[in-house]
């Protein structure tokens, strides 16, 4: 029996295992770096080992000591590279620990692409067929037998990394090379390999479980055909698509699979479905990031009879039978172009979860971070997995829209109205998916339309004011007066906020005997004003709008949440600081990274969408391109340079008026990160901090009312078409 369990992954993963672990009565190690020093998977087992630099997770040796040092006698990998690393499998064995896993040879077997589909063909699954791409280029061969598009794959790779679309044979050797570039830097392995595109092809999936003794259950499928650039967004089971019949081919086949190397644990058989037929893509081996919706239909718990299996226990001869329906989003801190974000997570709370990673639950929070967590630069950026069970499809997807909806997510950008779009899209509530969907419908309305956003930077600024009254009676400054009093009553208070769609808001309103008189805003009451809460009344609605802001730590955003739409607003300040003109044709990294190459000099003529900079972010590449002819007047880095966030890469001055493209650059603009005059910093002193906005005239310097670590294992291999310049999107994984 296992008396100590360490959990050789971070996040959300290692959480749900502990808790399974607590009550099984198995005590519980974490491990973690410097950059999850207090992150809370760390803070939650029963010990931690520290490990030191943030990619000390990937390092086998530093896991077996930490199993050593905290006398575990088992380890779990829970997901991530580690966890399908035949060398890692057989170092914990040999150390005389137990293994949460299939056997080394298992995961072997199934470690390289090309030679798992070789033995999935002789146990009869169905494959496509394997294109060999030459270890250094591809060859005039190699392409003349792309009669069709194809996907170049990295054969030891997942996750989307190494994977690049290719419809002209003429643009296999740049895709082969990126490809291969990003598999090295992920895997430290560059073999590929192309197969066919099966466009419009669905991503269907095998839970498996088999013990020591011959037992394979086959627990049914699930749908994980929304994807974003080949990464999994959101996932269900059972699948839309699958009728009885070909739920039995599907497990049939997997069962076969699991069955031809042995293998025993927890994994995952994942298939293309089209109207061809369905083929083997890649078994997983190991617990999948979307297994909550399995366990959730097949009320079992995985990681508990994973452990049971580890522990020689005999699985039942039939596996339970399903009930009802689940959905999964993957929240992530990221724009909307996929790209992650980092920053402190001030507030994090998701309404109606009844249970977090808990079974049973009818709303499930698998998280790995909590308020106040910093999402960093090192891992995967996904904050949580937001689960929904239901009777049927339909109420799962209007429960998980629902609470996704009303979540209070304050801190970096998420993709949060990306999935409440998706999952109230009449084409998903329809079942008419396939791996292509989100490049078909690539951005959803924000759930807070144009009218919302005016509602809220009123109910912001009113909030402000509210706050300062507020502050001015705890400190006994005119405590008495209303808020921007003045001796002018004509004139109004003025608050300005930014939006995040890059627009200005400016809100100009009176207090008076008579109630509220807001510019713009006719027919609009206001029912009550607090630092955190503003209650206004339009048409005969009444609305309810929550304000916070966090000056200590991030003062310049203000999160407004009601029914109507979350909104973010950005305070303009009444005395701004002299901030840079940017050049028109300035190019900012758009996240932190890593230069990896620059495509360009400077003076060379590029045109529109012509790559300049290649930036690595989180072991994926990111091509960063031209907003319009020209020519490169700036580089300001070279390659291997760190670069954060915001940070310009270089400059393109746009073509001269008559010339492609052309248009003279914007006068007084000077290249970024340059002051634009010798008022540069005179003015900082004299700047009233806005914190809900600063109003012309009123009480300044106080904050409306109010109040990381990502997971470390997500995969998909599916086929569609790539949008966008940037093939990446996600985050390493340990």
Not at 194 to 207: K, M, N, S, T, Y
Not at 247 to 257: D, G, K, N, P, Q
Request: with cysteine.
């Amino acid at each position: 029996m296992i008396g100590r369990l360490l959990v050789a992954n971070r996040g959300e993963i290692a959480r749900r295992v502990f808790r399974t672990c607590r009550e099984l009565g198995i005590e519980t190690v974490a491990v973690f770096t410097d950059a999850d020093a207090s992150a809370p998977h760390t803070a939650e087992a029963d010990q931690a080992v520290r490990l030191g630099a943030p990619l000390a997770y990937l390092d086998p040796e530093r896991i077996v000591e930490a199993a050593r040092r905290s006398g575990a006698d088992a380890v779990h990998p829970g997901y991530g590279f580690l966890s399908e690393n035949a060398g890692f499998a057989r170092a914990v064995l040999d150390a005389g620990l137990t293994w949460i896993g299939p056997s080394p040879e298992a995961v072997a077997a199934m470690g390289r692409k090309i030679e798992a589909k070789a033995l999935m063909a002789e146990a009869g699954v169905p494959v496509l067929p394997t294109i060999p791409l030459s270890p250094d280029a591809p060859t005039r061969t190699t392409e003349t037998q792309l009669t069709a598009p194809v996907l170049v794959k990295a054969s030891a790779g997942g996750g989307g990394r190494g994977m690049r679309v290719v419809r002209d044979p003429a643009d296999l050797a740049g895709a082969v090379e990126s490809a291969r570039r990003e598999a090295l830097s992920a895997f430290g392995d560059g073999t590929l390999f192309a197969e066919p595109l099966l466009e419009g092809a669905r991503h269907i999936e095998v839970q498996i479980l088999a013990d020591a003794h011959g037992t394979v259950w086959a627990l049914g499928e699930r749908e994980c055909s929304i994807q974003r650039r080949h990464q999994k967004v959101i996932e269900e089971a059972p699948s839309p698509a699958v009728t009885p019949e070909l739920r039995r081919e599907l497990s049939e086949a997997a069962i076969r699979a699991a069955r031809a190397i042995g293998y025993q644990g927890a994994g995952t058989v994942e298939f293309l479905l089209s109207d061809e037929g369905f083929f083997f893509l890649e078994m997983n081996t190991r617990l999948q990031v979307e297994h909550p919706v399995t366990e959730c239909v097949y009320g079992v718990d995985l990681v508990r009879l994973q452990i049971e299996v580890a522990e020689g226990a005999h699985l039942a001869a039939l596996p339970p039978s399903p009930v009802g329906h689940a959905i999964e989003a993957r929240l992530y801190a990221e724009d909307s172009e996929g790209r992650p974000q980092s920053g402190v997570l001030h507030r994090f709370e998701v309404p109606g979860v009844d249970g977090e990673f808990g079974l049973g639950a009818r709303l499930r929070l698998d998280s790995g971070v909590v308020s106040g967590t910093e999402i960093g630069v090192h891992y995967d950026p996904m904050l949580a997995k937001v689960v929904s069970y239901g009777r049927d499809r339909a109420e799962a997807a209007r429960r998980l829209a629902g609470a996704l909806a009303r979540a209070r997510i304050h801190g970096p950008t998420t993709n949060r109205d990306l999935l409440v779009g998706v999952l109230r899209h009449p084409d998903f509530l329809s079942g008419a998916l396939d791996t292509g969907f989100l490049d078909r419908h690539p951005a959803p309305a924000p759930l807070a339309g144009p009218e919302a956003v005016r509602l809220s930077a009123l109910a912001a600024a009113l909030a402000g004011a509210a706050a300062n009254r507020a502050a001015a009676r705890r400190h006994g400054v005119l405590g008495g007066l209303p808020s921007g009093w003045r001796n002018v009553p004509s004139q109004p208070q003025r608050t300005a906020f930014g939006t995040e769609d890059g627009g200005r808001l400016e809100i100009a309103y009176r207090l008076t005997r008579d109630g509220l008189r807001a510019e713009g805003f006719e027919g609009v009451t206001l029912v009550a004003a607090e630092p955190g809460r503003v209650v206004l009344e339009t048409a005969g609605l009444r609305h309810v709008f929550e304000v916070a802001a966090y000056p200590a730590i991030d003062p310049r955003m203000v999160h407004v949440d009601s029914p109507l739409g979350a909104v973010r607003l950005t305070p303009v300040e009444r005395l701004p600081e002299p901030a840079a003109h940017v050049t028109p044709g300035a190019l900012p990294a758009p996240m932190p990274g890593t230069v990896l190459r620059v495509e360009v000099k400077p003076g060379d003529m590029v045109e529109a969408g012509q790559p300049v900079v290649v930036l690595e972010a989180m072991k994926m590449e990111h091509l960063i391109v031209s907003p319009a002819s020209g020519t490169v007047a700036a580089l300001h880095v070279t390659p291997g340079a760190q670069v954060e966030a915001g940070v310009p890469l270089a400059v393109i001055e746009p073509s001269p008026p008559g010339e492609p493209g052309g248009g003279p650059p914007e006068e007084g603009t000077v290249e970024p990160g340059r002051a634009t005059g010798a008022v540069a910093g005179a003015v900082a002193d004299a700047v009233a901090d806005a914190v809900a906005g600063t109003e012309t005239g009123g009480e300044t310097g106080a904050e409306p009312g109010g109040e990381t670590g990502g997971e470390t294992g997500g995969e998909t291999d599916a086929h569609g078409p790539e949008t966008g310049a940037n093939p990446g999107g996600e985050a390493t994984r340990p």
